[in-house]
C-alpha cells in the first residue's frame, strides 16, 4: 500500500495567517493527490483535486502544488471558517490511502 | 442538487452483520464509481472499498476482506454496504462518496460529493 505521511499533525494560526501543510507518499503517485477539510459532525470536503485543481466552488485562498511524492496543500489568508482538519488521499492506486491529518487550531 | 443518503447504521453486536445504504439523488448514478470511507471518533479516515459504475470492478481495504461486500443497484441509485462478523473496531461513522471520474474503474479521480455519514457501534 502507499503510505501518506503528513506534517505537521496539528498547528495554531491566527486569521490572516499563511498556512502549508505538506503530504509525502513513500512512492511516486504522479498528481494523483486529493485534500479535503473535515470539520467535527460533518462530511468531509474535496479541496483540490489531481495536486492542483482547485475543486469548484472551494476559495481561492487554497492551493495545492506538488508531483511525484511531495506534495503541498497553503491557505493564503486563513479565515475562521477554515479551521478544521485537513487530509490528504492518493488515489494513483487502490486503497486509496489517507494521510494522518492535519489539525489547525486558532492560535 | 446531489445528494447521498445513508442508512442502516445502528448498535450491533460483535460478529453480527449489518447493511448499509446510500441512496444518490440529483446525479447519473450509473455513470459514477462510488466509494465507502470510515473514521472511527477520534481517529482519522480509512478507505473501505470501491465499486466501479457498471458494478464489473471492487476493490477493498485488505483488513476488509472477505467480511465486507460493496454493492450497486443502478435501477435504484442506490450503493450498499454488507458488513460481515462485525467486530469492536468496525466501530466507525461510515460514509459513503462519489467519484469525481465519469466511467471510473477505481483510480486516478477523487471524491466530491459526500454523504452525512451512519454511524455503526460495534458492542456486546
Known amino acids: 500500500d502507499v503510505q501518506m505521511t503528513q506534517s505537521p499533525s496539528s498547528l495554531s494560526a491566527s486569521e490572516g495567517d499563511r498556512v502549508t501543510i505538506t503530504c509525502r507518499a513513500n512512492q511516486p503517485i504522479s498528481i494523483f493527490l486529493n485534500w479535503y477539510q473535515k470539520k467535527p459532525g460533518s462530511a468531509p470536503k474535496l479541496l483540490i483535486h489531481t495536486a492542483t485543481t482547485l475543486q469548484s466552488g472551494v476559495p481561492s485562498r487554497f492551493s495545492g502544488s506538488g508531483s511525484g511524492t511531495d506534495f503541498t496543500l497553503t491557505i493564503d489568508g486563513l479565515e475562521s471558517e477554515d479551521f478544521a482538519i485537513y487530509y490528504c488521499?492518493?488515489?494513483?492506486?487502490?486503497?486509496?490511502?489517507f494521510g494522518g491529518g492535519t489539525q489547525v487550531d486558532i492560535k | 442538487q446531489v445528494h447521498l443518503v445513508e442508512a442502516g447504521g445502528g448498535v450491533v453486536q460483535p460478529g453480527r452483520s449489518l447493511r448499509l445504504s446510500c441512496a444518490a439523488s440529483?446525479?447519473?448514478?450509473?455513470?459514477?464509481?462510488m466509494h465507502w470511507v470510515r473514521q472511527v471518533p477520534g481517529k482519522g479516515l480509512q478507505w473501505v472499498a470501491f465499486i466501479s459504475y457498471d458494478d464489473s470492478e471492487e476493490n477493498y481495504a485488505d483488513s476488509l476482506k472477505g467480511r465486507f461486500t460493496i454493492s450497486r443497484d443502478n435501477s435504484k441509485n442506490t450503493l450498499y454496504l454488507q458488513m460481515n462478523s462485525l467486530r469492536d473496531e468496525d466501530s466507525a461513522v461510515y460514509y459513503c462518496a462519489k467519484d469525481t471520474l465519469r466511467y471510473s474503474r477505481g483510480d486516478g479521480g477523487a471524491y466530491d460529493v459526500w454523504g452525512q455519514g451512519t454511524l455503526v457501534t460495534v458492542s456486546s
Open positions: 440529483g446525479l447519473m448514478f450509473s455513470y459514477y464509481g
Open positions: 488521499q492518493q488515489s494513483y492506486k487502490s486503497p486509496h490511502t
